[in-house]
Structures are given as C-alpha cells and as structure tokens.
T-cell receptor, first 114, second 115 residues
Framework: NAGVTQTPKFQVLKTGQSMTLQCAQD?????MYWYRQDPGMGLRLIYY???????DKGEVPNGYNVSRLNKREFSLRLESAAPSQTSVYFC?????????????FGQGTRLTVV | AQSVTQLDSQVPVFEEAPVELRCNYS??????LFWYVQYPNQGLQLLLK??????LVKGINGFEAEFNKSQTSFHLRKPSVHISDTAEYFC?????????????FGEGTQLTVNP
C-alpha cells in the first residue's frame, strides 16, 4: 500500500531553471494538495485540487503552476526557480466527506535553489 | 478566514513526564480539528482528529486532545512521554466559512524528550 508517492526526494536547481515535482496517490482520493514547509512557518498551501479537472490557488501560489493529470496524479511546476523557493514540498491527498479533511502525506521533496 | 496558533514553538521535557502542546484556532463556524506528527525527514501522519461528539479525543501512541469550543482550543496531551515521541507536532483546522475543506496548519511545536 504505497499511499502518496512523491518524486524526486531531493533536488538542487540553479536560479532560473525549471522543474516538475510529481505526486501520485493510490487511495482513490478526490482531493490533492501541494504544501511547502519552511522553518517556523508550518505548512502553507500552494495549490489544491478538490477533484479531477479542477485546481485552485492556496495561500502562496506565486511562482508555481499545477496540473491534475488524472485522479491519481497532481504535479507542481516551478517555471523559473528562485532561491526563495528553497523549501520542503509535501503532496497530500484526502477523501472529502462533509468537510472531514483527513489528509495523507507523501515523504516530501527537499528542494534547494542556488 | 480560519487560522491556527500553536503557542509554543519548542517544548523540552524529560522522559516519563507529562506534556501538553497548546493549540488555539479562530473560526466563526463549526470546524474540524486535527493533530499531525512529523518525525525527522518524514511526512506528516495523523495523530488524532475531532469531528463532532465527545470533546475528549484519543489518538495513537497514547496521545489525547480536548476540544474546548468556548476557549477555541484543542490542546494535545500525553501523561507520560517516551524518547520516541521526539518530533514536530502540527495542529490543523478545516471546515471554516471561507476555506471549505482546506486544511490550515499552525506553525508547529518541536517536542524534545530528554533522558
């Protein structure tokens, strides 16, 4: 039972480079999320997808784009990486049921932009 | 908008001592409350959740939390901690008036259990 799988686990980018973080879940969940985690700031929502075919901005969407490829996969793209995007990125999924947003998380991607 | 405040960024405690990690939230409507734990270099996993019903919620690893609507708090407690409880703990809320089912997290509390 894989749950939520993120790739890659580690990445170093140069300023201005682009990359896509991949996320897949095998729990048949409708909703998927991308968060970033920075020291002392908890987790901040970048984008989320309430269901296949829909995406919405979260708290910190600038500099990112997302694609909900199908029910299983939700990717996060950095078009032109900046040092401020150095962070740990987490993908999560949940089965929405009357607001019960119990989320399941991947292991994270540690991204460093130099 | 809903928000969550974790009142302590770091909590050091000795092994077998009791611990309380404090969480306050703000929302004008009914909410759902969660505590997640993050061990080093891992993702988050659910400790416990409050959806409705009894205000005392029991979770995994001997943790429990009490929902207090009048004080808008959801503090996490454990009567006797172990070294293995060393981790970062996040309080989260969903179901607020403008956020639908989105989770909003607090800043996290680093619990360090010393021998």
């Amino acid at each position: 039972n894989a749950g939520v799988t993120q790739t890659p686990k580690f990445q170093v980018l140069k300023t201005g480079q682009s990359m896509t973080l991949q996320c897949a879940q095998d729990m048949n969940h409708n909703s998927m999320y991308w968060y970033r985690q920075d020291p002392g700031m908890g987790l901040r929502l970048i984008y989320y997808s309430a269901s296949e075919g829909t995406t919405d901005k979260g708290e910190v969407p600038n500099g990112y784009n997302v694609s909900r490829l199908n029910k299983r996969e939700f990717s996060l793209r950095l078009e032109s990486a900046a040092p401020s995007q150095t962070s740990v990125y987490f993908c999560a999924s949940s089965r929405i049921s009357h607001g019960n947003t119990e989320a399941f998380f991947g292991q994270g991607t540690r991204l460093t932009v130099v | 908008a809903q928000s969550v405040t974790q009142l302590d960024s770091q909590v050091p405690v000795f092994e077998e001592a009791p611990v309380e990690l404090r969480c306050n939230y703000s929302s004008s409507v009914s909410v759902y409350l969660f505590w997640y734990v993050q061990y080093p270099n891992q993702g988050l996993q659910l400790l416990l959740k409050y959806l409705s019903g009894s205000t005392l919620v029991k979770g995994i690893n001997g943790f429990e939390a009490e929902f207090n609507k009048s004080q808008t708090s959801f503090h996490l407690r454990k009567p006797s901690v172990h070294i293995s409880d060393t981790a970062e703990y996040f309080c989260a809320v969903s179901g607020g008036e403008t956020s639908g089912s989105r989770l909003t997290f607090g800043e996290g509390t680093q619990l360090t259990v010393n021998p």
